[in-house]
Every structure is written in structure tokens, then in C-alpha cells.
């Protein structure tokens, strides 16, 4: 709404001016208290992304293992292609605000208009990774652990294709590397002696299920589990097909069988470790209940032994999950890339909002070399998202 004065009070700035609120003496004034304000709230911003680069510095600092072996996830030419855009925006918009002081209505609205279009690539190039990231199952969280739906299905139907053609041709199982895969797999649930874990899975060591099974008979139980619904089921959780791991082979299964059977032994005998020969003592479980898993997963208890095993299996990588070099923690890495990409994002969303809302008010009309202070602020505002994309790219992609 146009602010009118006395017809007395107009001296020639006045007039070219309709926006100056009645609290400033002239346009100058107003402008510059306008861009103070921008620049202390552009102040509180980098206050908060440097308290995040801060905890960004902690972590790496504490844990840059995860950093290298994380960032090999991220996909560094989305990120230079976003590098490029951001930067072309922010050329655009400097343009724009050059228009604008200079009277060129026109030229405004098309800048404007291309550093809206810039800023629309970013965050679709931004939801591109994203959905990459969340399809192969890359995020913060435990599901990191798991495999991605699309992977697992593909494996259990190459799995189902294999199972009539391999049976017959299975090697007995070699323990030691059972005891490898039973580690990474059945450990979780069933404890490093197949003591069993309360809540989680049933002791082995001890079991007559185990005990009177033959291996053929065994290997079947493998390869569907014993869920819920089963009447044989008596803890009230799932025994998943395979463990949970559709990458075992059968072979794998026959592997892992031959090490449980040397599982099996009595409270108080002294049990070697077939993997490295270390000496411990056969103890009852606990009944103390363990804690909660925590965010870590079914992480793997020894990177070494499983980068030694021989499964094929373990050559599939595709996934961090299924790295033997994958570090533990890995989803703070995660945690920390979407935390600082996504609210950055927010912050790219919000300026293209201020920039759609500028160009809305151009082809109206509103803006003139006497007053585009909108225009000066937005574009503030704008570079600002900019320069901290330019600290990210490198912190997160670029780290080797
Ligand atoms: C997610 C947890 C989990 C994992 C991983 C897991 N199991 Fe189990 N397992 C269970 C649960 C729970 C039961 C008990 C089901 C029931 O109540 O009968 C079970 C039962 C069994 C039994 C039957 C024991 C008995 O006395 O009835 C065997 C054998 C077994 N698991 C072997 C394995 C092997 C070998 C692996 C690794 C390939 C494995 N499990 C991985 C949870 C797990």
C-alpha cells in the first residue's frame, strides 16, 4: 500500500519514493536500516551453521574414519554440478539487485527469474541424491543396517533360483569359516558361544533342536526360519530365513552349521574359538536382560576376520552395509550429511520463496532505482545460502 504525504512534505526524493515508512527521515536512512537489520539476522545465521560446522569439526575430529569411508557414498558430481548452479544463481541475482539500482525493470525481472530457475535445479538435483540416498537405504538411522528392499528381493530370487541346483553339490561345512559368518550373522541373536541372548534368539549350545538335526535337516530349518506363527516358535520372536541375511549361500549355511556344532558343549567347558584359537569358558546366559540394540545395528563384530572370508558373497558390495571396510557408526556420518545439506536445503527453499515473491512484485511494478531495498536484501539472503553450500560441498564431498 503507497504511503501518501502532505503534498508540502514531497521534496524530490520523496517523489520518487512511495515506501517510506513515517519513523525514517529519508530513503537513504530507511535502506540502511533495513540492510543492518538483514545483515544482524544474516549474523544469527552463520551463528548457527557455525555451531553445526563445529559439531561437524568434533565428529571428524573424534571419527574421520567415518568421514572417508562415508563421503565415498556421496555423489560428487551432483554435488559440483549443485556447486556450479549455486554459483550462477548468486551471479544472476547480483545482476538482478545491478538492475534494479539501475532502473532496468525489465533485465530485473528476467534475472530474477533465472536465479529462481538456478535455485529450482539445486534442490531437484537435491532431491535426486536424496532419493538415491533413501532407495539404498543411506540414512541416519539403524536402517542403514538393513538391506534395501529392492536388494533384498532381487537376492532371494536369486537365491530361490540357485537352492534346487546347488544342493546336491554342497561341500561339508569348514567351521572356520563358518564361525566367521555366524559371527557377522547369528551373533546378534545368539551370542559369540551360542549362549543365546535374551529376548533375541534361544541358546545353541545347549539345544537339542540343534543337537538331533541332521545337517541336511538343519540347513532346510536355515533357509525358511521359524516365524512367529510357527507352533514350534516358543520365544515369541522370528527366527528369519537365513538369519535375517539373504547373502548366505547355502554353502555359507552349511559352513555355519559345521561352526554351531562346535558350539555344543556342556556349562563350564573350556571352548576354543575356532577362528583364533582364543580360550574361554562356557558360562549360562545371563539373566540380566541385555539393554535395548542401540543405533548401531547388526554391525560386524571383526572387520579383519569377514574382509578375510572367502564367500562370495562378500564381493557383491554395493552397499556400505555390505562393505567388510565399513567402520562402525556409520550412520552418524549420515546423520550428520542430512543434517547440514537438509537445513541448508530449507534455507534454499525459503530464499526461492523470497525470490518468487520479488519477481511477483517486479512484474507488478513495485521496484525502481529509488526503491528495490526487497530486492538488495533478498539477494543477501541469497548469497549467504550460497557461501555456506560452498563450505559443505567440500566438507562433505570432497574428503578423500
Ligand atoms: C534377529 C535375531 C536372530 C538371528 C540374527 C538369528 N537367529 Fe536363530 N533364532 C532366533 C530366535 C528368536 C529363535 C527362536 C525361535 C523360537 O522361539 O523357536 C531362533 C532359533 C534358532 C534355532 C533353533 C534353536 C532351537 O533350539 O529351537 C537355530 C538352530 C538358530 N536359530 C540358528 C541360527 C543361525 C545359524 C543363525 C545365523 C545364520 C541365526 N539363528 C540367526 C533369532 C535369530
Not at 534494479?100 to 538435483?125: P, S, W, Y
Not at 539472503?381 to 563450505?391: A, K
Request: charged share 15%.
Amino acid at each position: 500500500m503507497k504511503y501518501v504525504m502532505p503534498i508540502e512534505t514531497i521534496n524530490s526524493e520523496f517523489k520518487a519514493h512511495g515506501h517510506l515508512a513515517h519513523h525514517f527521515d529519508s530513503p537513504r536512512q530507511q535502506f540502511e536500516a533495513a540492510k543492518l537489520g538483514m545483515w544482524l539476522f544474516l549474523g544469527t545465521e552463520v551463528l548457527l551453521f557455525g555451531g553445526l560446522f563445529c559439531l561437524y569439526a568434533v565428529f571428524r575430529g573424534n571419527r574421520p574414519e567415518l568421514f572417508t569411508f562415508g563421503s565415498q557414498y556421496l555423489d560428487t558430481t551432483w554435488g559440483a554440478i549443485n556447486t556450479v548452479v549455486l554459483i550462477l544463481s548468486s551471479c544472476t541475482m547480483a545482476i538482478a539487485v545491478y538492475c534494479a539500482q539501475t532502473n532496468q525493470k525489465r533485465e530485473l525481472a528476467v534475472f530474477l527469474g533465472l536465479t529462481l530457475f538456478f535455485g529450482l535445479d539445486f534442490l531437484g538435483i537435491k532431491y535426486i541424491e536424496y532419493s538415491h540416498k533413501f532407495h539404498d537405504n543411506l540414512v541416519w538411522g539403524t536402517g542403514l543396517y538393513e538391506t534395501p528392499p529392492h536388494e533384498a528381493y532381487q537376492l532371494l530370487l536369486r537365491r530361490q533360483e540357485e537352492a534346487g541346483a546347488a544342493l546336491p553339490s554342497l561341500e561339508p561345512g569348514d567351521p572356520k569359516r563358518g564361525r566367521k559368518q555366524y559371527l557377522a550373522t547369528c551373533l546378534p541373536c545368539h551370542g559369540a558361544q551360542g549362549q543365546g541372548l535374551p529376548g533375541l534368539g534361544k541358546a545353541l549350545n545347549t539345544s537339542h533342536f540343534v543337537a538331533e538335526r541332521s545337517d541336511e535337516d538343519f540347513l532346510q530349518f536355515l533357509q525358511v526360519g521359524r516365524p512367529i506363527e510357527d507352533p514350534e516358535n516358543t520365544s515369541g520372536v522370528a527366527m528369519l530365513p537365513r538369519g535375517g541375511n539373504v547373502r548366505l549361500t547355502d554353502q555359507d549355511l552349511m559352513d555355519i552349521i559345521a561352526s554351531v556344532r562346535t558350539l555344543q558343549a556342556n556349562v563350564g567347558d573350556v571352548i576354543t574359538d575356532p577362528a583364533d584359537g582364543a580360550k574361554s569358558i562356557l558360562i549360562t546366559a545371563s539373566t540380566i536382560p541385555f539393554a535395548a540394540p542401540g543405533p548401531s545395528g547388526f554391525h560386524l563384530p571383526d572387520n579383519d576376520a569377514i574382509s578375510e572370508s572367502s564367500s562370495a558373497s562378500q564381493n557383491e558390495a554395493t552397499s556400505p552395509r555390505l562393505d567388510p571396510n565399513r567402520p562402525r557408526d556409520l550412520h552418524l556420518f549420515f546423520s550428520i550429511y542430512f543434517l547440514l545439506t537438509g537445513l541448508h536445503g530449507l534455507h534454499v527453499l525459503i530464499g526461492l520463496i523470497v525470490i518468487a515473491w520479488l519477481l511477483v512484485r517486479t512484474l507488478l511494478g513495485h521496484f525502481s532505482n529509488a526503491y528495490y531495498t526487497p530486492v538488495d536484501l533478498g539477494g543477501l539472503y541469497w548469497h549467504i545460502v550460497d557461501v555456506i553450500w560452498i563450505f559443505l560441498f567440500p566438507l562433505l564431498y570432497l574428503i578423500h
